[in-house]
């Protein structure tokens, strides 16, 4: 219950209606403070609702990017796992390049070819430079170029891996630039530029790529390719009687560690392709998980068939296939689809690492088979399983679109390496390749307390990056390996 204190000299009443007075001139004062406010209406509560939804797209678009962004770090820790201790600097070197170029690339050209104005459809010519951000009103040009520079070095960083252990990096800063300023944002404006001020001409067809199959992965797949086969096999890797000889990984944690943060950060690659914050991505988080888990099961099982044991290298891949195989269809099809699709990619995947290597094209972390071909098959799939329903003209758009990025990337990457090779030089002498890339191109070594010696790998597997690596301390000098 509330007193009124006394006053000295007021009798009960006069306190009760000085009380009462003060308590009229506060409402006074609070009804006059309001009198100026609107009432709320419908179209301001919808302006306020809308406010809201524009900042919660914002946050969620800039917090994918930083998954996929993490992604570099997967990708830097699969490639080392998956290579030889000896070249550990030179492949988390070019992963560090690979963004920071790629960055400065995308910004000034890259960005503009892919979500440019055009009349064509066929590269954008605005927008270079960010020159479309203003100031007030134009933020969102900054938010969907974040998220769109990560896709980019995701594209540049595939290659790195199907070039590892022979490459010379001064080559490789050069490749960085191209596929990050042109070949990537070419064929991106293609499916993507009506996301901002472009109009791609395979996107009017009705192409199906939500987050990339093949405008990021089928494209890096490619390039891998290109690249491998102008380079040539590591030393050793093909014996004269046309064996296999296998060249292991020295650090298959290191690998294992890298999928699985290249899982997490797939979880800001596909729904992140929505740029909204809302309920839709939900079944994209569990399309991507679905099929990653069962690219992994898969490969395993197809593996453990063909090689007599449950390898390693395989399953991770597995995983990896299966969430590129997912990209394209994230939005479109069913989860109970999506299994189906990480499955085949699974299966894809380790007859696609044996394929190349009977063919004679060396990829020490399967990037080729991982991202090229599956990507193939996750844009064919994203077609054959929409939910929309069967349909051959979208079987057929996207079989053009696959096709599409084929002719365009592949021999342009071959040319590119090929001028490459003949200005700066691309592989680097067989004693250098020998001895290391971390010490003869970067003048350091990873791991100073150890030096590898030999290797030895499990009959009937020739590759995936799996195995071990005998060592020896440093003050024990071993005769270099001949891989």
């Given amino acids: 219950m509330m007193t009124i204190p006394k006053s000295n000299g007021m009798s009960e009443e006069q306190n009760m ?195 990339g199959s093949t405008v990021v992965h089928s494209v890096g797949g490619w390039a891998a390719l290109a690249g491998a086969i102008v380079l040539g096999p590591r030393i050793g890797k093909y014996m004269k009687d046309g064996k296999v000889r296998p060249i292991l990984g020295h650090n298959m944690p290191l690998a294992a560690l890298g999928v699985f943060i290249l899982w997490l950060g797939w979880f800001g690659f596909n729904p992140g392709s929505t740029t909204t914050a809302d309920k839709s991505i939900a079944m994209i988080f569990v399309n991507t998980n679905l099929a990653a888990a069962a690219g992994a099961i898969l490969a395993l099982v197809v ?59 060396d990829d020490p972390v399967g990037a080729i088979s991982v991202h090229g071909v599956c990507g193939a098959w996750g844009t064919l799939a994203a077609g054959i399983f929409d939910m929309g329903g069967f349909s051959l003209k979208i079987v057929g758009v996207q079989l053009l679109g696959i096709g599409a990025c084929f002719l365009w990337t592949f021999p342009l990457a071959f040319l590119m390496f090929k001028v490459i090779d003949a200005v700066v030089g691309l592989r680097v002498s067989p004693e250098e390749e020998l001895e290391g890339l971390d010490w003869t191109e970067h003048g350091g070594t990873a791991y100073p307390d150890f030096e590898v010696s030999s290797y030895t790998a499990s009959p009937g597997y020739s590759g995936g990056g799996s195995g071990g690596a005998k060592t020896v301390p440093a003050a024990t000098k071993p005769v270099p390996e001949m891989s």
């Fill in 17 to 211: 209606k000085r009380f009462f007075s003060i308590l009229v001139l506060l409402l006074a004062s609070a009804t006059f403070c309001w009198a100026g406010d609107e009432p709320p209406t419908a179209m301001s509560n919808k302006e306020a609702i809308d406010l809201v939804q524009e900042h919660a797209n914002f946050l969620w678009t800039l917090v994918a990017a930083a998954l996929v962004f993490f992604m570099q770090a997967g990708f830097a820790l699969v490639e080392t796992g998956f290579t030889r201790a000896k070249n550990a600097i030179n492949i988390i070197m070019k992963n560090l390049m690979d963004f920071s170029i790629g960055s400065i690339a995308f910004w000034a050209i890259g960005f503009g070819l892919m979500f440019g104005a055009t009349s064509t459809g066929w590269f954008g010519t605005s927008g270079f430079f960010l020159s479309d951000f203003t100031g007030e009103g134009t933020e969102w040009i900054l938010a969907f170029w974040m998220f769109q520079v990560v896709f980019c070095a995701t594209a540049a960083t595939i290659v790195s891996g199907a070039m590892a252990e022979r490459t010379k990096f001064v080559g490789y800063l050069c490749y960085s630039v191209v596929l990050s300023a042109l070949i990537y944002p070419v064929f991106g404006s293609w499916a993507w530029g009506s996301l901002l001020n472009g109009e791609g001409w395979l996107e009017g067809f009705g192409f199906i790529d939500f987050a």
């Fill in 303 to 361: 593996s453990w068939m063909k090689f007599g044991k449950p390898e390693v290298g395989m399953s991770l891949n597995g995983a990896l296939a299966g969430l590129v195989g997912i990209t394209a269809g994230c939005a479109n099809v069913t989860p109970t689809s999506s299994i189906l699709i990480g499955a085949a990619a699974g299966v894809i995947v380790v007859f696609s690492v044996v394929f190349f290597d009977k063919i004679k094209i």
